[in-house]
């Protein structure tokens, strides 16, 4: 991270207009400060002679960096592409060549994808703003995140294999290309040295296989006997786009995990947080995008990378992106505001290419009702409306918005399909009940072939035995959790102890009706332990495993946790989105997942900044048309 820091470059300074007041009685020196172009290949070399130098303006709101081009250059969408000449820094002829002309369909890549929440959200959203927005390329290292998405999305080329790898096979596509494609005709000598595989041996690519969608690889002793067809494969991939190169990809979005933060975790490492391997991935997502130098990156996480280590992988996440000389915009938002029935908290970080407008962050639409604040340092990134601003909201949602319309399950159900038994309640369920044509306003763009008159996945992890006893006696009203099983007392201190005067009272197993881990759990104060939602209440995260230990997860009036439908709505996952895996494995990839509805709303902030659309401010007003009730016309109800 120091290592980071000191690579920018000590001769830019960015431009701010905040004043300081206080007056200076003497001038120490004189310093020379030229105002340049913005260009993604800003070397101080190229600049005319001077002290220091700035492109861009800082902005505390947002932790904004964005390009002075308006003031200095006058850069209008059309002139985009052509260099800029100010004092005497030119954009150079490779960037213009990845820097190509706007196109009403862009090609986006998810790293980290999981099962696709954030990419579906995001074509979603830009599709309303007019803008083609088509997850093209996405990788995972979770086999049934992959096979969701591919469920979902047939039209993208998954690659399930860690961001390291992708990156490393990226590279050496792209020699590969430009010795057969680009170079055409140099004889095959490409030796493509894997970190997976079998310890210590090489790989060479031998073939595209059409139906698994990835190349083959073959140990380099068996390969004498390829080369003549080692072009053509090259070829059919470069023409098929299998991989994106340099300047393909026009949108990188990801989530990268970030293990090594969590308040859980006594052993994080707070001196260097990117030392831990399990936060390391921040780092390969930004060298994926310094690799494929994408128009437009979108990065989301936890709140706690602005909190763990004073903030230092957020910092980094952001000098990362302006060392690139991309302009940077940092928001945190509460899914709740987007029209979800849940709280979640994430913060997101948008880069653009100084040529580009910057995305905005897009303004609640919905009222929410507020579980826990930002992170102090970084309080003006919250995406929300000023004091006293007029704002024009929806109401908050609530459980029963999403969730009342779905037939009762037991604990046992293990059905994947079922009927709908009845119709929509309310407003949210008439839209996540919608057709992926509907939502996507085409004709027809399913090809998944599914039944939409069929309720998927309506089925919850089963409880065990213990559990399930326990959870049918705790009371089917609001409020209600561990505390009122039998056999313990209240304090004064508001602490949950046993009850001295009475016999243990046990449950058939032999076991306490009120286990250890739920008294001492928050220091005894929690209520959360087999704690029951209610419906008009808003719920605070939904996580990835539905743990009645540990979260307010059960079913207001069934004795079971939510299922993974009810998990999938709280997400906004239209009812069409189907998920792969092992029931557990289900909720984790819609736990992991950018809530779709979120995703959605910064599609459209996308789309915009794509079509320069959008102003020079961090935020914009979402229009009535991308609001689930406009949809109401074209949606088809199924029942
Ligand atoms: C927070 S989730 C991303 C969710 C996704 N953005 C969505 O909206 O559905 C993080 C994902 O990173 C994946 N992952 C973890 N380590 C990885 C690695 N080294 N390479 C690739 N994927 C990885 C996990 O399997 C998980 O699906």
Known sequence: MDEEATSHDKKRIFYSTLMNDNLLDCIVSKVRVVQIAPSVNLKSKSISPCDFYYDMKYSVDYSAFCATVNDIGNVSPSSCNKAVHMNGNKANSEEISIHRPYKSKLALLDIYSGCGGMSTGLCLGAKVSGVDLVTKWAVDIDKSACES??????????????????????????????????SDGLIFAMVI??????????????????VQMRIQWEPIEELSKCEGHIRDIVLKGFKAKILPRPGDADVICGGPPCQGISGYNRYRNVDSPLDDERNHQIVVFMDVV??????YVLMENVADILRFAKGSLGRYALSRLVHMNYQARLGIMASGCYGLPQFRLRVFLWGAHPHENLPQFPLPTHDVVLKYGAPSEFERSVVAYDEGQTRDL???????????????????EIRYKMSYKKPPETEFQKFIR?????????????TTGADKSVLYDHRPLPLSEDDYLRVCRIPQKKGANFRDLPGIVIGDDNVVRRDPMLEPILMPSGKSWVPDYAL????????????????????????CRPDPHSQAILHPEQDRVLTVRECARLQGFPDYYEFCGDVKERYCQIGNAVAVPVARALGYALGMAAQKLSG????????????????????????
């Open 520 to 543: 001492n759990f928050g220091g005894g104060k929690s209520t959360r332990p087999f704690a029951r939602l209610w419906w008009d209440e808003t719920v605070a995260t939904v996580l």
């Open 616 to 639: 020079d401010e961090p935020l914009m007003t979402l229009p009535s048309k991308l609001l689930p009730f406009h949809y109401y016309s074209v949606v088809t109800i199924c029942i």
């Open 193 to 210: 040295p894997m970190k997976r595989g079998s310890v210590g041996s090489n790989f060479r690519c031998v073939g595209w296989d059409m």
């Open 149 to 182: 998405l591919k469920l979902n999305h047939p039209e993208t080329q998954i690659r399930n294999e860690s961001a390291e790898d992708f990156l490393n096979l990226l590279k050496e596509w792209d020699k590969l290309c430009k010795r057969y494609v680009v």
């Open 290 to 295: 310094n690799f494929l130098k994408p128009k």
């Open 434 to 446: 919608a057709t992926k044509s509907d939502m996507m306003g085409s004709a027809s763009t399913d």
């Open 394 to 412: 929806e109401k908050t949602l609530v459980l029963n918005d999403a969730i009342s319309d779905l037939p009762p399950v037991t604990n046992h």
